[in-house]
Each structure stands twice: as C-alpha cells, then as structure tokens.
C-alpha cells in the first residue's frame, strides 16, 4: 500500500497571506496525484489532479506542483472560504489512499 | 448537472449486514467507474472499494476485504455497497463518488453527500 504523508497537520494563515501544503508518497507515483476540499458537514470537492490541473470551476489561486514522492499544493491568496480540510490523494495503483489531511485554520 | 444521492444507511449491530445504494443522474453512468469512500466521526477520508464502468474489474481496501461487496446496476444508474459482518470501527459516513474522464485509475470528480453507518450495539 502506497502511504501518503501530509504536513503540517494544520496551518495557521491569515486572510490575503500564501498557504503552502506538502504530501509526500511513500513511493513513486508520477503524477497520479490529486487534492481535495473538505468543509465542515460538506462531502469533499476535486480541487487538482494529475498533480497540477485544475478542476472544473476551481480558481486560479489554487495551484498543484510536484511528481514523483514531493507534492505541493499552493493558495495564492487565502479567502475566507478557503479555510477547510485539505487531502491529497494518490491513485498511482488500483488501491486509491488517501493523506491524512491539513486543516486550513484562521491565523 | 451531476447528482449522486446515497441511501440506505442506518443503525446496526455488530455482525450484521447492510446496503448500501447511490442514485447517479446526469451523466452517462454506464461509461464511469464509481468508487465508495468513507469518513469516520472527526476522522479523514478512507478509500473502500472501487468498480469498473461495466462491473468486470472491483477493488477493495484490505479493511473492508471479503466482508463487503460493490456492485452496479447500469440500466438503474444505481451503485450498491453490500456490507456483511459489520464491525464497530465500519461507522462512518459512506460517500459514493464518480471518477474523472480518462483511463483508470483516476480520481473522484463528483461525490455524493453521503450516508451515515452506526455500527454499536
């Protein structure tokens, strides 16, 4: 099973400021890798797959980097519907895992 | 627009079965693999079993191996989990969800709002 490693845990950020994500792989999975959205009481959304697209109506100030082991996912300017759970996800194999997730906290 | 309703959760002993289904509507449900997640109380996402558009490849996390079965019934656009020897540490919410356009795998575009499982005696 390939393990996915996320930090921090959570990140404190204050409105307009950079947040900056990473997951790393246990293993190689090129770029089969994919982040998601999670608000409180709401299923999550596909924010980014393959590493770097954007999903479909997400903005441009998210953005996704990395293959190989080192992913990152980048918000450029944190809005205040920004603040959530974030995972990253590989699906490098036919047994999809997932991180454990970074809470997106107001600073 | 996409739309997936899950259904069939509820309260449950331990070693007792349940099913569960998800009603996909539009989009051509018969062309898309579908997986089921889950999401324990306070907890992160846990990846339970996946299906192939036309039924002939699943897979399985080993946690849910042997005790839960996924299936689908294309001409009711419906997806099912069936889930047998239930276990206290099965409760959690269970989210189907539709995989991206492209050859699998690949990951989850859509998902449903999910179905809450308790498992307690």
């Known amino acids: 099973e390939i393990v996915m490693t996320q930090s921090p845990a959570t990140l404190s950020v204050s409105p307009g400021e950079r947040a900056t994500l990473s997951c790393r792989a246990s293993q190689s999975i090129s770029t089969n890798l994919a982040w998601y959205q999670q608000k409180p009481g709401q299923a999550p959304g596909l924010l980014i797959y393959?590493?770097?697209t954007r999903a479909t109506g997400i903005p441009a100030r998210f953005s996704g980097s990395g293959s190989g082991t080192e992913f990152t996912l980048t918000i450029s300017s944190l809005q205040s519907e920004d603040f959530a759970v974030y995972y990253c996800?590989?699906?490098?194999?036919?047994?999809?895992?997932f991180g454990q997730g970074t809470k997106v906290e107001i600073k | 627009q996409v739309h997936l309703v899950e259904s069939g959760g509820g309260v449950v002993q331990p070693g007792g079965s349940l099913k569960l289904s998800c009603a996909a509507s539009g989009f051509t449900f018969n062309i898309y693999g579908m997986h089921w997640v889950r999401q324990a109380p306070g907890k992160g996402l846990e990846w339970v079993a996946y299906i192939q558009y036309d039924g002939n490849i699943k897979s399985y996390a080993d946690s849910v191996k042997g005790r839960f079965t996924i299936s689908r019934d294309n001409s009711k656009n419906t997806l099912y989990l069936q889930m047998n020897s239930l276990r206290v540490e099965d409760t959690a919410v269970y989210y189907c969800?539709?995989?991206?356009?492209?050859?699998?795998?690949?990951?989850?575009?859509?998902w449903g709002q999910g179905t809450l499982v308790t498992v307690s005696s």
């Open positions: 393959d590493a770097s």
């Open positions: 969800a539709k995989v991206v356009n492209g050859t699998p795998p690949r990951p989850f575009e859509y």
């Open positions: 996800q590989q699906y490098n194999n036919w047994l999809w895992t």
